[in-house]
């Protein structure tokens, strides 16, 4: 018998799981569907709408070479699984575009023909025997695995996918016959919503952002593409610029909306054709029909744009008269609903959110998890790309804080982890992308949020360069703010513009963007240099010696922040201290004595950023310089 083409059979979404043993569940993949079609030993990966995608997964086809078979027809989905058994369509996106590969399986949960024989009409408890006996029992490395359920016990199984990150689960009837399309004996139950959207315009970047402001999205309704609100979070800066080439490729006059949006956005959005489809998280639908807290997950290429609707979860279909399945026994208790006892912040879901943080200003969790909230449109051009070191604290201030360099432990699912060579080993770190990202850090009970001077798709070429200058206990403030004037007019000897902050302590930081084009070792000779230069300059006041006894009238010069793996406390970072201070961006010109080191706090920062209408720091991030290779060797001969 020929192999059947693959026509998927497609799950229904619900509100809640279904209860009984004969229904099997499986974990939710965040991936791309595909059919393993083998005809003759040769291997084709088809999409759900019928595209070829043989040529993007070749790993997936030498495995399926080696399972040994002539002819098959596999279902399943390729993700990318990350270290702690998540996957994540973020990273498969980027390794369609440079990003790693290791981590990519095709997870099978069905076998629709193998040796011969066609298995469509066939139970699925059947069908998965024979796919196990085929791919074998799930390994670590198994490029293709097969994909384990549980039986019964869908409350929870669902709860337990929630608790661990998960998208959610697949329910499935286990003595039902595969049948193309969506027809009941496939259920899908999510743990956060997520749907394909149009993309219909897109608004500027403001202040720091990039590339784009915000995605207008939509979906299509009778023909009309219906507008479903902007999406504004989930994009790294590499991301908003390659998703503004792509607009302006496909960009129109008038609005695909109908209606167009109103208001401003009506007026000031740009308009492009309606083509591309993106992948988007939210928490939920809005009584006017718009999403709330949405977050970017990538661009979909297996859909047609056409095809996407508003996703409503229904009630549990009607039992398939098809199916062969015994009465259902009686309901099991309902499972405990998740959210108890705890908060959803940025489609976070926040434990413990009445735990005290600090003492005064008394700040919750959920206190801190707001703020990060409410200010990340500032904060995530500052952190976006960059490994992280944190300060965790997870009895809050009032109990033991400590450094958390290497992410072994476990981290919520809008957290990336990236894996970096060091000198004797590997280390893994996190990435903050998105608001999601920086409220599931406040999740993990981390107080202080520390970056490299590097972006992890160019980790060995800094784009900035730190200077830390950190007073002795009995330095006077004034002298502080001298020492950052010093730095900077130094800086401009070489034709360098800096930017300085707050630290949130007693000191400030001077900052200055670079091209990345110069290595670590030079960034840091230079600071270096630097350093020496304003030491030589006045001993007495001066130092680049790291022992704090004996300098408590000394202000050090911190030039290791410069050093690989080094880090500095990110702009708008709370600190692990009374008070619960933030660093603080700010202009030059507001670097005077009437600026106390301790102004901005939790409290006091929003109200900061919403009486600001330029951002301080608007021309760092279109000041285009490099690191002359004279300007160490202009600096060892300067007398300051």
């Known amino acids: 018998m020929p192999v059947p083409l693959y026509k998927p059979q497609l799950a229904q979404l619900v509100k809640e799981p279904p209860v009984g043993d004969e229904w099997l569940h499986e974990m939710k993949y965040d991936g791309y569907r595909i059919g393993c079609r083998i005809v003759h030993g040769r291997v084709n990966l088809i999409s759900r709408t019928g595209k070829d995608w043989t040529n993007e997964f070749p790993e997936v086809c030498e495995a399926a070479r080696g399972l040994g078979v002539r002819d098959a027809l596999l279902d399943g989905e390729v993700a990318i699984v990350l270290p702690d058994g998540r996957t994540s369509f973020q990273d498969l996106q980027n390794a369609f575009t440079g990003g790693g590969r290791r981590g990519l399986v095709y997870f099978a949960f069905d076998l629709l023909h193998a040796g011969g024989e066609t298995f469509v009409k066939r139970p699925l408890i059947e069908r998965k025997k024979e796919l196990l006996r085929l791919v074998g029992k799930p390994r670590a490395r198994s490029r293709i695995r097969y994909s384990e359920h549980v039986v019964g016990q869908g409350a929870s199984v669902f709860a337990e996918a929630c608790r661990l990150h998960l998208e959610g689960i697949v329910s499935k009837l286990a003595d039902s ?45 009778h023909g009309r593409l219906v507008f479903a609100g ?49 992948e988007v998280t939210f928490t939920e639908w809005t009584g006017d029909g718009k999403i709330r807290h949405p ?64 003492p005064d200003p008394r700040l919750t969790k959920a206190d801190v998890a707001l703020f990060y909230e409410r200010i990340s449109e500032w904060m995530l051009p500052h952190v976006q790309g960059r490994p992280l070191t944190l300060v965790r604290c997870p009895q809050g201030l009032s109990g033991d804080c400590f450094f958390m360099k290497h992410s072994k432990v476990w981290a919520p699912a809008a957290l990336r982890r990236v894996s970096i060579q060091e000198k004797k080993k590997i280390g893994d770190y996190l990435v903050a992308d998105t608001t999601a990202a920086l409220v599931s850090l406040v999740q993990m009970d981390v107080l202080e949020i520390h970056t490299w001077n590097t972006r992890v798709d160019n980790i060995e070429q800094p784009d900035r360069i730190v200077f830390d200058i950190d007073p002795g206990s009995d330095v006077p403030w004034k002298q502080v703010i001298e020492s950052a004037h010093l730095v900077r007019r130094l800086l401009e000897t070489v034709d360098l513009e800096s930017f300085p902050k707050t630290t949130g302590g007693a000191g400030l930081h001077v900052v200055v963007p670079i091209l990345p084009r110069t290595d670590w070792s030079k960034c840091l000779e230079f600071s270096r240099a630097l350093a020496e230069a304003i030491e030589r300059h006045d001993p007495t006041r001066y130092t680049t010696a790291f022992a704090k006894a004996g300098r408590e009238r000394k202000i050090l010069v911190d030039y290791l922040r410069n050093n690989r793996t080094n880090t500095s406390v990110a702009a708008f970072s709370t600190r692990a201290r009374e008070g619960a201070p933030v660093s603080m961006p700010i202009r030059w010109d507001e670097l005077t004595a009437a600026l106390k080191p301790s102004s901005w706090n939790v409290r006091t920062a929003e ?20 690191l002359s290779g004279h300007a160490v060797k202009a600096l060892s001969h300067l007398a300051v």
């Not at 390659?242 to 009506?266: C, M, N, T, V, Y």
């Not at 508003?310 to 959210?339: D, F, H, N, Y």
């Open 177 to 221: 016959e595969y049948r193309p399309g969506r027809h009941g004996g496939w259920v899908k139950t999510k743990c956060i919503l997520r749907q394909e959207f149009v993309v219909g315009g897109f608004t500027d970047p403001e202040g720091s952002r990039q590339g784009i402001g915000a995605l207008l999205v939509g979906y299509f309704d």
């Open 295 to 358: 977050s970017f997950q990538g661009l979909r290429r297996d859909k047609a744009a056409s095809a996407v609707r508003r996703e409503g979860a229904a009630a549990l279909p009607v039992r398939p008269t098809a199916s062969r399945a015994k009465a259902a026994p009686s309901p099991r208790p309902a499972p405990t609903p998740i959210a108890q006892g705890r908060a959803t912040i940025a489609g976070v879901s926040i434990s413990h959110p009445d735990r005290i943080m600090f």
């Open 230 to 278: 902007k999406v504004g979070t989930g994009f790294t800066v590499a991301v908003a610029r390659d998703l503004r080439k792509r607009l302006e490729a496909i960009e129109q006059a008038h609005s695909a909306f109908d209606p167009r949006p109103a208001g401003w956005l009506g007026n000031h959005a740009h308009w492009v054709q309606p083509t591309l489809v993106a």
């Open 607 to 626: 109200r900061r950023l919403s009486s600001l209408r330029v951002d301080p720091w608007k021309d760092y991030w279109t000041t285009k310089q490099r």
